[in-house]
């Protein structure tokens, strides 16, 4: 399983990868416990079996033609046979989580919020002192956007689970540096100390 844009899915399956090769015979299968439900996007449906303990989700395709690559030509996945698939229920580095809906991948990617969401005081107080003296709502977040700006620096983080949880803004605050979603995170944090609403996705 691989997770990418906060979905987990299994390799993606296009045997007709490119023009004017045909294909022979091609299958793809995807074995689980029995009890697990599959989510899957397919150009033909699958045949699925049971022996109790498993269940498989195979596809198989014979003299597959290949395909012409012309100019306004209509997507490969509506011509060529494909399968995209992956678990309602899935755990990625330690973390369990389930995409039977998006409502329930946004609710996995909230439970991977730091667990210390506060801001450290000194920094709750420099915020009041930027912003209070500002009548307008634009220039409060301007003063914000400056203060992340010149006190912070982006360095990617994307290992495990890193990938996709904030780092927590009192590190943010104590190394000087995060990934897009750590600083995004942060300004999230500093507008809510303020009573302004902002989404962090």
Sequence with gaps: ??????????????????????????????????????????????????????GTWKWEWKDVPGYKDEDNMPSVTEIVPFVFAGPVDFAYDGSRGR??????????????????SALPDDLRARVHAMTDPIPDTVGKIRALYDYL?????????????????????????RTGYGDCKALSFLMRQMLDEIGIRSKYF
């Design 149 to 173: 700006h010149d006190n912070t620096r982006y360095v990617s983080i994307q290992l495990g689970i890193g990938g996709y949880a904030p780092m927590s803004p009192s590190e943010v605050c």
């Design 99 to 116: 995409q039977d809906s998006w409502n329930d991948v946004g609710q996995w990617l909230f439970s991977i919020f730091p667990a210390n």
């Design 1 to 54: 399983i691989t997770v990418s844009k906060a979905v987990a899915t299994f390799p993606s399956f296009v045997p007709v990868s490119r023009p004017d090769i045909p294909v022979g015979s091609a299958s793809y299968s995807i074995t689980m416990p029995s009890d697990q439900k599959l989510n899957f996007k397919a150009s033909d449906d699958p045949v699925v079996t049971s022996d109790g303990k498993t």
